[in-house]
T-cell receptor
């Protein structure tokens, strides 16, 4: 069965650089979520989309932005990267707004 | 702020024993979910229990929900070494976002 695809799986950037993470949800899933997980931490909700519109926002820095495109894939853009942005970034999709989330394997961002 | 707090933070048991993890949350919810995460991997959904349900079973998993105490428990029976992972509860606080608790690290020794 198709799963949530995230790319790239690993990314190394310098401070103040920009990074873009991509997420391809499971077909026919209309909700996409982004989470950030630091080492040994729980996943922190960043932002969600329902039918290509932003539906909720969490502790996402102003330096970050995200959008969902017409083909339902989503991108998380991170600018002016800081050392503290080093983390695993997960995308998840769901077939309904109050249902279970299906997670991708994550994108590991390292900021040097 | 944290929606869910889990207890214990870490748990070590022998294969065959049962493992119980608890989760407390703060706001009203539509549902509560439990997820499992192997180190550095994506989270995997285990079970969802709705606010009008009190208990749910799935294989060796048993989840209870007490909305009056804003708490839930996850019981894994007859644990196996392969159950070693972190377990998170997550709640929706009546919005579209799913907020995860702090997690319990379970170690099952063969």
């Amino acid at each position: 069965a198709a799963g949530v695809i995230q790319s790239p799986r690993h990314l190394i950037k310098e401070k103040r650089e920009t990074a873009t993470l991509k997420c391809y949800p499971i077909p026919r899933h209309d909700t996409v979520y982004w989470y950030q997980q630091g080492p040994g931490q729980d996943p922190q909700f960043l932002i969600s989309f329902y039918e290509k519109m932003q539906s909720d926002k969490g502790s996402i820095p102003d330096r970050f932005s995200a959008q969902q495109f017409s083909d339902y894939h989503s991108e998380l853009n991170m600018s002016s990267l800081e050392l503290g942005d080093s983390a695993l970034y997960f995308c998840a999709s769901s077939p309904r707004r109050d249902g279970e989330l299906f997670f991708g394997e994550g994108s590991r961002l390292t900021v040097l | 702020s944290q929606q869910g707090e889990e207890d214990p933070q870490a748990l070590s048991i022998q294969e065959g024993e049962n493992a119980t993890m608890n989760c407390s949350y703060k706001t009203s919810i539509n549902n509560l979910q439990w997820y499992r995460q192997n180190s550095g991997r994506g989270l995997v959904h285990l079970i969802l229990i709705r606010s009008n349900e009190r208990e749910k079973h799935s294989g060796r998993l048993r989840v209870t929900l007490d909305t009056s105490k804003k708490s839930s428990s996850l019981l894994i029976t007859a644990s196996r070494a392969a159950d070693t992972a972190s377990y998170f509860c997550a709640t929706d606080d009546n919005t579209d976002k799913l907020i995860f608790g702090t997690g319990t690290r379970l170690q099952v020794f063969p």
